[in-house]
């Protein structure tokens, strides 16, 4: 059956549309404002004149939708209407955007380019690096002009409403996209009514059964709650009047897809949501300056006659969200026993929380001017905010699946907020740490900040803030940013400037590493490092690749002095190797290691962080002992007594591998000994070993464990002594004691 279309009446519906858009634009429209609106619409009706939507309606019902939304609900002036009309005009039609520059000037032009290159873009897939990438560019777009995504959200609203006529597959794709992003964006700039709608036609086109089911369920229940709104505001307003405030009380239920979020989440039916709604009061007429004064003056009022819950209570007036939103809220017990939300705000925070960023510069002008540093305006929050997305957009080492998880963890977040100590207000994502806020100052100081002081009291770097914290950063010159702090900071601001640091960071170390080994190389082979070389150091040192080696000699985890191991591996290479068949060449090989006569000898203790070495269990050395070193496949440099059961293998098949080891003349640590001791058991021998151990020598016990059998004591004993000088007065004093009959240091560990 063919659809007669009337022609004639349809061309008075779009002017009747096209007028309703003027009227509401009105109020704000200068000098040649109408002018130029009336033309976009000519210019956008005539080329979209053969066009028809997916439910058979003119096309130009969308863009004059689009443009009643940025008007009525976001607030956006002629500009925007313009862009609106003309947003689907270059993609969809003959005009070129240089006609439109001609037409309707430079700004308009930049708005519909960026319109245009959003609209090819769908990112059902958000793990698709593709899709992820053209997101990054829509968000570019952002740093131009934000009312290419105010726009965006207008006709993705109005693409919503419409969604009905698609077919099903376009349905999801196009309602999960809105979920992702949409929403939350519109949620982030502020936009809480688009957000709500955005949200409730998602779960309308997801999940129809539930959507029916909650929105059934709210109308059934409304006659219900209206007279309990009714019951519990009569006592309000009847208040608030002889008190001479000039107000709007409302009374509306929340959004379906929260109460659906509030099923879900806490497994509760509908009938037990205690808050389906929330009582608004809104007060006019309110001078910039009375603004707290009056809405806490109406709170002490509402609290007169409902109990406030004291742990629901959010002040977003002293502090405002970072997306302007400002209200009062408490939560009340009513007179029936139901917890009730009281928002408590003014006209304009009314208006800036339904329209959100559009709305602050209707305001603008009026804008409370900050008393002090604590106090910071809406504007300044979004404006930082914007700041923060143009930063993020400007790095490009993130890569793009990356970039859009940060981008929304900034969106969804909360937000925390605390001090300079001269008093000014950060705000950051919930959750965020010591380290965050130092880079949210200055990115000098995140590099270098080595922890806080939180309201006096020192906390590491990763010290999740709290509301109201007091931070002081600490930082040292020596600080560098590393990699471990990406697993805790949470602001895209911090991570995007430790990667960046790392990168650079990366690159110029890399370089410097080479330039070490160079020298190194040259220095002991008189060779130049090729490739080759490189290559067995990186096999030496147990890297994966040879950037990673040279990075590691860049930043000095390894050290240049122990590119000399490198030498061994040349040698061997070269030819040169000892070979020990019997005792004789062991011995000799000892005398060697022992001898004093080479320079290249490894010295235990001396800056200990400079080498990697770890003292074998096998033997257990202490400072003091006679050792080497054994260049180890895996854990570095491993030090073995001369007398280790093992030597003589090690000696013999790796000897290649040895180096030559002494204790520095400075010990600076403490070695853990193992004591075994026996002798005759006598009422007080416990007492009296013990007491030369921990009183007179001032050794520390790490552990003991005694038994006596037939007479006999036998006692082991785990000592803490600085070398073997303090551990032999130690076996001699033992010695003394009347009773013990042999104290040895045990040395048969097995391996752990
Ligand atoms: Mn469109």
New binding site residues.
Partial sequence: MELKIDLELEKKEIIKRYRKLLKAAKPFLKDKDAKLIKKAFQLSADAHKDMRRKSGEPYIY??LE?AQICVEEIGLGTTSIIAALL??VVEDTDIELSEIERDFGKKVATIIDGLTKI?GVVLADPNNSMQAENFRKILLTLSDDVRVILIKIA?RL??MRTLESMPRSKQLKIASETSYIYAPLAHRLGLYAIKSELEDLYLKYTDRETYDEIADKIKATKAARDKFIKDFIAPLNKTLTEEGLNFVLKGRPKSIHSIYTKIKKQNIPFEKIYDLFAIRIILEDVPVEQEKAACWKVYSIVTDYYKPSPERLRDWISTPRANGYESLHTTVMSSVGQWVEVQIRTRKMDDIAEKGYAAHWKYKESAPVAKNNAKISSESHLESWLNKVRDMLERQDTSAIEFVDEFRSNLFSDEVFAFTPKGDLKVLPAGATALDFAFEIHSNLGASCIGAKINGKLQPISYKLQNGDQVEVATSKKQTPSEDWLRFVVSSKAKTRIREYLNDDKRSMMKKGREIVDKKIMQMLSIPTDDNILNELRALFNYKSSTDFLYSVGKEYIKPAELKQYKIVYNKKVGSKHHIKDDKSFAKAMKQIQGEDAKDILLIGEDLDKIDYQLAVCCNPISGDDVFGYVTVNDGIRIHRTSCKNAKELLSQHGNRVLKAKWASVARDSFLVDLTTTGIDRVGLVNDVTRVISSELKVNMHSISLKADKGIFYGNFTVLVHDTTHLNMLIDKLREIDGVEEVLRYENHSEL
Avoid: A, F, K
């Fill in positions: 969308h863009p689009v947003h689907d609209s006709d109005h693409n």
